[in-house]
């Protein structure tokens, strides 16, 4: 195992508290006076967004773009760029889910970008940044505030898929567990298992380090001292642990990727509506089995600081927050373009153990069996 990974990214400043949000318009000050804030819709039929907008400091001028909802596209992207041009923003600063956080991002990363947003999505390369990133999770589970990924679906193609650049990686990040609050069972366990999973390929992953074992375990025990008791309507340190969890399962896989569940995630999530954290969950276990003649000894790491076998532990989870498998029973179309995708996702790529199609094809047929 390498001493670290090739190349350290991580955020230069992390504010975590209870309340921290309220520090987000002082934190984005020094990046210049024109803002621009990426929220959803929950933000907007709240409080802390008027909050925001009114308290503006100042010599700070704050604009907003709302995500229309669903999975980040490069349409919402054009949008928010345009938004953000048309403003001159200096930084933009992302408070919302994982859709949010990846159109956030990629908003500031690709800012100053010459060509259109579908040419980075095919693979041209991607210039530096100087617009700062400033991101605020409203959930906790895809880690997208601790990473310089962004996920995105070319809704043309029909293409969901990643880019990256080390200057997405946000300049600050702020987390705040009192933003789980109101957040719903079916978003906790969801995003929740997304962080769990994303903990789990990366302490396998062919690039872990010890640097990132290190993130991942403590990631793993962290999310599961707190998902099921916020599912379940607490908040105080439960939520704490979550939140902390999450970042550091971004972290951990910012520095070793992925595996298998997430290079199935992709193109089943976008082809059946399914929400991203609920695809990871349901293909955990199958993966988990399949990567196990070359995971063992890890995976009994794993076993050990969860007191329960994983592949057990992971399918007690999905019962006990109520994760139903949205494949089971359903018909499987695509399923040669299904496999190519998987087979060409640098997250398979880093899976423990290489997957060849007939591989890929006999996890599908479990999970959609009846």
Same mark, same amino acid.
């Given at each position: 195992?390498?001493?670290?990974?090739?190349?350290?990214?991580?955020?230069?400043?992390?504010?975590?508290?209870?309340?921290?949000?309220?520090?987000?318009?002082?934190?984005?000050?020094?990046?210049?006076?024109?803002?621009?804030?990426?929220?959803?819709?929950?933000?907007?039929?709240?409080?802390?967004?008027?909050?925001?907008?009114?308290?503006?400091?100042?010599?700070?001028?704050?604009?907003?773009?709302?995500?229309?909802?669903?999975?980040?596209?490069?349409?919402?992207?054009?949008?928010?760029?345009?938004?953000?041009?048309?403003?001159?923003?200096?930084?933009?600063?992302?408070?919302?889910?994982?859709?949010?956080?990846?159109?956030?991002?990629?908003?500031?990363?690709?800012?100053?970008?010459?060509?259109?947003?579908?040419?980075?999505?095919?693979?041209?390369?991607?210039?530096?940044?100087?617009?700062?990133?400033?991101?605020?999770?409203?959930?906790?589970?895809?880690?997208?505030?601790?990473?310089?990924?962004?996920?995105?679906?070319?809704?043309?193609?029909?293409?969901?898929?990643?880019?990256?650049?080390?200057?997405?990686?946000?300049?600050?990040?702020?987390?705040?567990?009192?933003?789980?609050?109101?957040?719903?069972?079916?978003?906790?366990?969801?995003?929740?298992?997304?962080?769990?999973?994303?903990?789990?390929?990366?302490?396998?992953?062919?690039?872990?380090?010890?640097?990132?074992?290190? !993130? +991942?375990?403590? #990631?793993?025990?962290?999310?599961?001292? @707190? $998902? /099921?008791?916020?599912?379940?309507?607490? %908040? &105080?340190?439960?939520?704490?642990?979550?939140?902390?969890?999450?970042? !550091? +399962?971004?972290? #951990?896989?910012?520095?070793?990727?992925? @595996? $298998? /569940?997430?290079?199935?995630?992709?193109? %089943? &999530?976008?082809?059946?509506?399914?929400?991203?954290?609920?695809?990871?969950?349901?293909?955990?276990?199958?993966?988990?089995?399949?990567?196990?003649? /070359?995971?063992?000894?890890?995976?009994?790491?794993?076993?050990?600081?969860?007191?329960?076998?994983?592949?057990?532990?992971?399918?007690?989870?999905?019962?006990?927050?109520?994760?139903?498998?949205?494949?089971?029973?359903?018909?499987?179309?695509?399923?040669?373009?299904?496999?190519?995708?998987?087979?060409?996702?640098?997250?398979?790529?880093?899976?423990?153990?290489?997957?060849?199609?007939?591989?890929?094809?006999?996890?599908?047929?479990?999970?959609?069996?009846?």
């Amino acid at each position: 195992m390498a001493t670290l990974p090739n190349m350290l990214t991580l955020p230069p400043r992390v504010v975590a508290h209870p309340g921290a949000v309220g520090t987000l318009l002082k934190e984005c000050r020094p990046f210049g006076a024109r803002g621009l804030l990426v929220h959803g819709r929950s933000l907007a039929s709240g409080e802390l967004l008027n909050r925001l907008v009114d308290e503006v400091p100042a010599g700070l001028a704050l604009a907003t773009w709302m995500h229309p909802g669903g999975e980040p596209t490069l349409d919402h992207l054009a949008s928010a760029l345009a938004a953000a041009r048309a403003y001159r923003a200096d930084w933009i600063a992302a408070v919302g889910g994982g859709s949010v956080m990846d159109v956030g991002k990629a908003c500031a990363g690709l800012m100053e970008a010459p060509l259109d947003p579908e040419s980075y999505h095919d693979g041209a390369p991607i210039p530096p940044s100087r617009t700062p990133f400033i991101a605020v999770p409203t959930t906790a589970g895809t880690g997208g505030e601790a990473t310089m990924v962004t996920v995105l679906t070319n809704a043309r193609q029909g293409v969901k898929k990643s880019i990256r650049h080390p200057s997405f990686m946000p300049r600050v990040v702020i987390l705040d567990p009192e933003l789980l609050a109101g957040c719903p069972p079916a978003v906790i366990a969801g995003s929740g298992m997304d962080a769990f999973v994303q903990a789990v390929e990366a302490y396998v992953s062919k690039g872990a380090t010890w640097f990132s074992d290190a !993130l +991942a375990l403590q #990631a793993v025990r962290l999310i599961d001292q @707190g $998902l /099921v008791p916020v599912h379940d309507g607490e %908040l &105080g340190a439960p939520a704490q642990a979550l939140m902390e969890g999450s970042f !550091l +399962a971004g972290l #951990a896989l910012s520095h070793a990727r992925l @595996g $298998l /569940v997430h290079g199935l995630a992709h193109p %089943l &999530g976008h082809r059946y509506h399914v929400p991203h954290g609920v695809v990871c969950a349901v293909c955990l276990p199958p993966v988990i089995a399949f990567n196990r003649p /070359v995971a063992a000894e890890k995976y009994e790491a794993l076993g050990t600081l969860l007191d329960r076998d994983l592949g057990e532990y992971a399918g007690t989870m999905l019962e006990t927050l109520g994760i139903a498998s949205p494949f089971r029973g359903q018909a499987l179309t695509d399923r040669d373009a299904i496999i190519a995708e998987t087979l060409a996702s640098g997250s398979t790529a880093a899976n423990p153990r290489p997957v060849t199609a007939a591989d890929a094809a006999a996890i599908l047929n479990t999970l959609f069996a009846a």
